[in-house]
């Protein structure tokens, strides 16, 4: 189903993080930027698409009035919002804010504790008002339902009247929570964790598909918290999901090497998902960290691996 093709090479290896791969598609520009985070420095490579030209930058974490941060990067996500495109980077001191190529830093926030809406080890959520233009960013609310650490959240912004819940939040006990966004955020349900990780979360047409340290995806309706399905997926401990929102492809990354693709199947008549599995990639003796779909339809994804100074990528066949 799938094929490898030429893989992207990074300045440095990537760090053993959950999800360690960011993925922005720029089609006016036909172009693709990717992220992984390496210590205290973000690796960023600007791809066209017909696989010839690819620009590099790298982004130090940093401090006010400090020359050079040791802070180390938890995270580097690109957040795609109604009126523009951000990165996000999140270290031990602070959240920055980049233009999505990384070219101008447009906001600073300091935090006292390691840690968007951004998640921090608190367990608190911190929720921005970004303006459609300028650095005009301000700390809007902050949502403290989670005990634990913070390690995932997705949002969806369907449009939809029908999807009610449009943002779920994962910490480190597994707890998951569903909010509606809005002038304030309305917290709809609590999924309980039962003491294990969720490393990865996704939300999809109102279900929540959550990966564990068990090696377990499970799949919960968001509003009320039915189970649908419990997939055993991976021999150890899961560090990445992804959707393709257009397709329903499910794309899972783990410990044990193994990259799968699922694919997803509502049927509005009983309220239920069907989950079938479509292909596998092993990268040989490879600690995944990040997996990602290139586009909205699933057409190709791109993987990264701890130690690895290189993101691979494959094709639909």
Known sequence: MYHKEKSIQIKNS?????????VLRIAPRRLTYFTVVHANVVNMVSASWDGLNYSHRQLQSKEPNVATSTSLIMQAAFCALPSRDLLVVTSQKGIQMYESDGSIMVYWHALDTPETPTGVSSGAILVFD???????????????????????????????????????????EGNLCVWKSGEEFQLLNKIPGFDMSCSSVKLWKGTVVAGYGTGQIRLYEAVTGILHAEVNAHARWIYSLDIAPFSGLLLSAAED??????HLTMTPETNSVEVA??????????QICGAKFCDGDGYAFAVTGYDLSEIIRYVQS
């Open 277 to 286: 599995h479509l292909h596998n990639e092993c990268v040989t003796d490879t």
């Open 257 to 262: 090497s193994l990259v799968r693709v699922w």
């Open 14 to 22: 990537a760090s053993a993080l959950y999800n360690n791969l960011g």
């Open 130 to 172: 970004v303006p459609s233009k300028g650095s005009n960013i301000t700390l809007s609310e902050v949502l403290e339902e989670h005990k634990e650490s913070i390690t995932d959240m997705a949002s969806e912004c369907s449009g939809s009247q029908e999807c009610i819940a449009n943002l779920v939040t994962a910490d480190d």
